[in-house]
């Protein structure tokens, strides 16, 4: 692929490190949650989780007196927490219900309150809604695969040493030809030497849909070096779909979803920031898959899916995560054109939920500040709108080789 000299402006800084707010994010495994407090850390902010009356509940781990994480608290009273260090004691909605150090009759606690968060319990798993607005249902943030009871689901969770961005916005390119050119899953499959790509905003406003608009042959020849790959006569199967005829999916979501496979057998990627260069990544797995079909799914998930896609191909990604430099000059090419949308979709909707952005946006959707600052927790449409409009003309940028 060719790319040539045009450079345009870099928007990278304008992202935000720690993650979209006003989402619903996954925190930690539901068994894990207890009496007993816990901590997770996400978006740079550490918040406590306990189980009270079988209910999650979620708090900055914070006292707001002194500072002492809440974590390290007891439930001495009945729907209660009391900081370790002074005895305030706070309710499930986050109120100071007496501070026992200050007596009976004290009336600080009704002036003092701890920052609680939205919590829910879906695929075993415990979300929590982080944000500054009113939470909007999770259902409203959670791909079909996700959202739908019928599904059997299966993950495990990893952390990893890199920011969520590049673990976000590699699906959009052409490295899958390359990179994962030996991994279990493709090593016996005809794989194209090399691929052009599209990209387009979803008809929602809220992903980047990815695709191959053409490959090449197994092995081709380049000008210089020769043919490549060197050896493909192992290479005796197609990829095809788990049913006949089905569409493959490639996507990147709001707010860091990567999603690929196909409506019946489908792979999410959820990376949820916990520091600007550290990311939890949740890797699922799912199948529409009633009845038996569930059991054989078990079975292709713990023998196959499991170690094959889930670790080993996904591994392969991690390797080039946490060596990557995301903040050295890029020099893009046509086959990022994925990248410049998803950046430009990321920054639009960064710009609606926080001031810092609203220059940017409003200059690079042609949209006024005003209509910008309007939270995706209260409604997509302005966001979609400047969306579409942010990342029109990414083609251009990206096939001549244009920073992001």
Known sequence: MNTASARTHDIRSTLP???LREYWYPAIRASKVGKKPVTVRMLGEDIMLMRDNGRVHAFHDRCPHRGLPLSYGKQHFPGTVSCLYHGWTFDMSGQCVTALNEGPDSTLPAKVKVRTYATEERCGLVWVFVGDGPPRSL?????PELASGRNTVNY???EWACSWLPATENLMDSHDVFVHRRSPFYLFRKLPAWVQVGAELSADGRAIDYRYTKMGPTQDTYPQVGKWPRQVWWRRFNVSAPVPGEYPTTQLRLPCLVRVGFSSLMFVRWMVPVEENRVRAFLFSTRHAPGLQAITYAIYYRLWASW???KLFIGQDKVVFERQDYAAPERLSSTDVGVVKWRRLIAATAAGTGASA?????????????QMNVSPASTAAPVAASAATATAGADSVAASGSAA
């Open 139 to 143: 259902d409203a943030d959670l791909p």
């Open 308 to 310: 094959s896609l889930l």
């Open 156 to 158: 495990h969770i990893e």
């Open 17 to 19: 490190r720690l993650g």
């Open 358 to 370: 609203t220059a940017f946006a409003a200059s690079s959707a042609g949209t006024s500040a005003t």
